[in-house]
Structures are given as structure tokens and as C-alpha cells.
């Protein structure tokens, strides 16, 4: 197996050096290097991409509103000599973080770190639908779709409530809306997510999963229907 990868940094003498350590990497695959974000988005978009190495502070477009514009984020592992954008570069899920001058050992540390979260995201487990990968109490893990049950927004967090647990992840419900399978899951008031297999009855109030009502916005009534009708 190997991690599909592309370098993407405006200095020519660093993405030579980091293109040098992906062609040494034995589970990665080069497809591209790129010297600006234009250039990557469409390599992304018209390529199987499962790991950039970006750096952050580049003209014109940075590394965050690049990532920004995706739909379908491949993994990231963020490149800058600054350790300032650290707190910020979680926020945006990294699955980690280097700070220059890289070392090998560093690399290939980081580079473990990706190929690991690719296998346990794509281990075949298809009885239990999709893998989806959350970071709750500072562990990575891994939980089905078809084990969610419902997800509801609060503060910075959203909570998402499974057959086995409760976890408490940071995330907004937009972002966490797109990992999930479409037409599986449809959000029915700005709070709530649902697992449309999991709703036992629904009227224009109320969807009910177990004995949890849970509110439907008036304008999601149809919306409900139409996914539970599809499945």
C-alpha cells in the first residue's frame, strides 16, 4: 500500500528537499510537487490524493484557504517554520505538524502516522458501513456510521451519540456533516444530524430514535421524508 502524495510549498530548494524524502518513502507514491495552491487544487481535484504535505505561508493563496476550498480533504501534514500556526493547524484536523529544518527521522515519523490513520480508516468492515475517524479526549478513533445514532451541535463541540457511547468531539456540524455517508444523514434543525436508518417514526415536529425526540426544523420536514423514502 501506499499514500498517493503530492508536495505542495513556494520555495523550489524546500519542495526539492521534501519531494527527495516522499521518493525515498516506501509507502508513498508522488503524483505532483507544487510551487503555488492553484496548482495543487486542481491536481487534487482531478487526481486520487491521500496525503498533502503543505506548507503554510505562501503567497496569494496560503495553505489554510486552500484546504478552505476543498470538498474532500486528503490528509495533511502541515510544513512551516513557524510553530505559531500549530494551535491552528489542529483546528483543521492535521495529522501532524513539522517544523523546519525537517529531519528524516521527523518525516518518517509523520509519514507513520498518516499510513496508520489510512488503514484503520479503510480496514473492510462493510456489515458496519463507513469508518468515519474522530479525536475525542485527545484519542483518535474509529466509529461506524451505522453505529451513529444522531449528532447534536454544542458550543464548539458536537456530541455524537452511538449504540455503545457518547463522544464529545471538536468540530462544527458543517465539517462533521461531510464525513458522513450522503443520504444516510440528513440534518434536521441547525442542533441535529440524524441517521435516517436509525428513526423509528417521524412527524413535522419531531423525529423520534429510541425514546429521543428530536426537534425538525420547519423547513426539513420534506427533507426527512425524501431521505428515508430513498433509502
Not at 149 to 173: C, N, P, R
Request: charged share 30%; with cysteine.
Amino acid at each position: 500500500m501506499k499514500l498517493n502524495s503530492i508536495v505542495v510549498d513556494d520555495s523550489a530548494i524546500q519542495r526539492m528537499t521534501i519531494t527527495k524524502l516522499v521518493n525515498e518513502a516506501a509507502n508513498l507514491s508522488l503524483v505532483g510537487d507544487f510551487a503555488n495552491a492553484l496548482e495543487a487544487k486542481n491536481c487534487i481535484n482531478h487526481k486520487e490524493v491521500d496525503l498533502i504535505f503543505l506548507e503554510i505561508e505562501m503567497p496569494l493563496i496560503n495553505g489554510f484557504d486552500l484546504l478552505d476550498g476543498l470538498k474532500n480533504k486528503p490528509q495533511i501534514i502541515f510544513i512551516t517554520s513557524k510553530p505559531d500556526y500549530a494551535v491552528k493547524a489542529f483546528d483543521y484536523e492535521a495529522t501532524d505538524f513539522l517544523q523546519k529544518p525537517i529531519s528524516k527521522e521527523r518525516f518518517l515519523k509523520a509519514v507513520k502516522k498518516a499510513t496508520d490513520l489510512y488503514q484503520l480508516k479503510h480496514e473492510n468492515h462493510e456489515d458496519l458501513g463507513e469508518a468515519i475517524i474522530i479525536k475525542s479526549n485527545l484519542k483518535k478513533l474509529k466509529i461506524y456510521s451505522t453505529k451513529i445514532k444522531w449528532v447534536e451541535a454544542f458550543g464548539d463541540y458536537i456530541k455524537i451519540f452511538t449504540d455503545d457511547d457518547t463522544h464529545l468531539v471538536l468540530s462544527t456540524m458543517k465539517a462533521f456533516e461531510q464525513e458522513l455517508p450522503q443520504g444516510k444523514f440528513v440534518r434536521i434543525h441547525k442542533s441535529y444530524i440524524v441517521n435516517v436508518e436509525r428513526v423509528d417514526k417521524f412527524n413535522s415536529k419531531f423525529a423520534e430514535i429510541g425514546t429521543e425526540k428530536i426537534p425538525i426544523s420547519r423547513n426539513k420536514k420534506d427533507l426527512i421524508a425524501t431521505a428515508i423514502e430513498n433509502l
